[in-house]
């Protein structure tokens, strides 16, 4: 995740996955391609040029082969070249994109080209792999914001505190625990309890925001999401 923003990027769905680099080139054969997407067991693939076998990218996507339309075509057209069958659509995200807001985007195409910031396609992402990676990876996320949103929503409903929003979590757990906070809050949660769980959690949210590291403990945000709901 970017270490300036607490907001996932495609790269970051790009690191969990670690997804290769499928694609044809405009002059390989219906055939080829056919057999190329069903060997890999997907329905949608870039077609190339200027593909740099070193690096494994290219600086050029000219359309995408599907295999649905092609399967239909191979008997009459199997050695034709699938330039002339491609769809030409540009279905291409920048690794620095914001994935909460291409979420969507991200499901309703086949297949998507993944850029660096030099504009060079190095990898392809499919709908299945995005839905693998919001089930492991942006479920701690949503945990972690919603329980620091929440304090943040406890301070400000039971004290003058007003910016809190660059307050780091340590900070803004502190005055949740001072006395004007939390006396006005008349909880019947043990204080011994949920001061500890919190500081665990504030812990995990600067592991996985600012250096990467998703091994959180889901049983415990989801526990202290639940406490402070009570």
Known sequence: MSECSNIPTIRDLVDYIKPQFHFVTMNDSLNKVIS??????IGACPVVSN???????????????LLGSLALKMNEHGDACIKDFMVRKQWELYDYDNIVEKISVLFRKPVFCIKDNHGIV??????????????????????????????????????????????????????????????????????CILKPMLDQVAEQRNRFFHHRNDKTDLKLLKRVWDLLNA
Do not use: C
């Open 51 to 65: 593909y740099n076998k070193k690096n494994n990218t290219s600086r050029s996507i000219k359309g995408y082969a």
């Open 122 to 191: 190095y990898t392809t992402i499919y709908p299945t792999q995005v839905s693998h990676y919001m089930f492991s990876f942006l479920e701690p996320y949503f945990y972690l914001m919603n329980i620091e949103n929440k304090i943040g929503v406890l301070i400000n409903n039971n004290s003058e505190e007003s910016n809190l929003s660059d307050l780091p979590m340590g900070k803004k757990i502190k005055l949740l625990f001072s006395d004007e906070v939390w006396n006005a809050l008349d909880t019947t949660i043990d204080e």
């Open 36 to 41: 190329f997407m069903v060997s890999k067991d």
